[in-house]
């Protein structure tokens, strides 16, 4: 069955969620991150975790809101479904601790030529109400049709113009064969097109692909600890377009340049293709 444009406007959670100093060093675990910052919860001042473990902690909230009998769409329809883009905000440091509350709410859906886009805005905030992280994530469902008209209720705030400044730094990643298995559990995000080859074949996939949300990790590992090698908590927002596939067992290309107030990325796979475009981020002061 389409999706319902009438569906825009749903919300989901609240998910409580633990910010525990075993989520924080899994994640950095899962994506190899090894600097102080993130993995020795002895240091002075403890550890904050990676930007990225926001993502994790809003999956709850993205993985349920498809599944509302608003929104429409069959199991099998669900299952066309691909990451295109992500727009994250980061308001406060996640660190141990933390009381958190994951939200979600559908804010846009639209006839696109592959198929369906949707938007969902996902938050994270403290048992308080205090804001922590603030997600667009754009997804697009191949082959998939919308009943309704298109409706965009939100989408990500406006980008400043980000021009790159000097020379474009390149940094080869392997991607061992078996990252998607612990990533998938570090992360606690499942699809078993990334762990289960056989699922992956079946869904036309020429193996096992790498998360995008890894990939993106992996990226904002090396541009941080290139740029921001002691205080990684000052990545304050990062977005990037999902145009490409990464096998596991082969190796990726992270380029970065510094721009005002922030730097600019891409990633491109084995085979010279760009796996994330787009990519920029913004640094805060503190």
Same mark, same amino acid.
């Given at each position: 069955?389409?999706?319902?444009?009438?569906a825009?406007?749903?919300?989901?959670?609240?998910?409580?969620?633990?910010? !525990?100093?075993?989520?924080?060093?899994?994640?950095?675990?899962?994506i190899?991150d !090894?600097?102080?910052?993130?993995?020795?919860?002895?240091? *002075?001042?403890?550890?904050?975790?990676? #930007?990225?473990?926001? &993502?994790?902690m809003?999956? /709850?909230a993205?993985?349920d809101?498809?599944?509302?009998?608003?929104?429409?769409?069959?199991?099998? +329809?669900?299952?066309?479904?691909? $990451?295109?883009?992500?727009?994250?905000?980061? $308001?406060?440091?996640?660190?141990?601790?933390?009381?958190? &509350?994951s939200?979600?709410r559908?804010v846009a859906?639209?006839?696109?030529?592959p198929?369906?886009?949707?938007i969902?805005?996902?938050?994270?905030?403290t048992?308080?109400?205090e804001?922590?992280?603030t997600?667009?994530?754009?997804?697009?469902?191949?082959?998939?049709?919308?009943?309704g008209d298109?409706?965009?209720?939100?989408? /990500?705030?406006?980008?400043?113009?980000?021009? /790159?400044q000097?020379?474009?730094?390149?940094? /080869?990643?392997?991607?061992?064969?078996?990252?998607? =298995?612990?990533?998938? +559990?570090?992360?606690?995000?499942?699809?078993?097109? =990334?762990?289960?080859?056989?699922?992956?074949?079946?869904?036309?996939?020429?193996?096992?692909i790498l998360?995008g949300?890894? !990939?993106?990790?992996?990226?904002?590992?090396?541009?941080?600890?290139?740029?921001l090698?002691?205080?990684?908590?000052?990545?304050?927002?990062?977005?990037?377009?999902f145009?490409?596939? &990464?096998?596991?067992?082969?190796?990726?290309?992270?380029? $970065?340049?510094?721009?005002?107030?922030?730097?600019?990325?891409?990633?491109?796979?084995?085979e010279?293709?760009? #796996? &994330?475009? +787009?990519?920029?981020?913004?640094?805060?002061? *503190?």
């Amino acid at each position: 069955m389409p999706i319902n444009a009438s569906a825009v406007g749903s919300e989901i959670g609240p998910f409580a969620i633990d910010v !525990t100093a075993r989520r924080c060093l899994a994640y950095a675990a899962g994506i190899n991150d !090894t600097r102080d910052a993130h993995l020795d919860d002895a240091r *002075e001042g403890g550890i904050t975790a990676p #930007a990225m473990l926001a &993502v994790a902690m809003e999956w /709850p909230a993205s993985r349920d809101l498809r599944v509302t009998p608003a929104f429409g769409a069959s199991l099998e +329809e669900r299952l066309r479904v691909v $990451h295109a883009a992500q727009d994250t905000e980061i $308001h406060s440091p996640l660190r141990p601790g933390l009381k958190a &509350v994951s939200k979600g709410r559908l804010v846009a859906a639209k006839r696109i030529k592959p198929g369906t886009l949707t938007i969902s805005r996902l938050t994270l905030e403290t048992a308080a109400g205090e804001p922590l992280a603030t997600s667009y994530s754009t997804a697009i469902y191949r082959g998939v049709d919308l009943v309704g008209d298109d409706t965009v209720e939100a989408q /990500p705030p406006a980008w400043p113009d980000l021009e /790159p400044q000097g020379d474009w730094a390149e940094t /080869p990643v392997p991607i061992a064969r078996e990252l998607p =298995h612990a990533y998938t +559990e570090c992360a606690d995000i499942w699809n078993p097109i =990334h762990t289960e080859r056989a699922v992956a074949l079946a869904a036309g996939l020429p193996d096992i692909i790498l998360h995008g949300t890894c !990939t993106l990790a992996l990226a904002l590992r090396e541009l941080t600890a290139a740029r921001l090698p002691d205080a990684p908590e000052r990545l304050k927002r990062f977005s990037c377009r999902f145009t490409g596939m &990464v096998i596991p067992g082969t190796d990726i290309q992270v380029r $970065h340049a510094a721009a005002e107030g922030g730097a600019l990325f891409e990633v491109l796979n084995a085979e010279g293709q760009a #796996a &994330v475009r +787009e990519g920029r981020v913004l640094f805060g002061t *503190e």
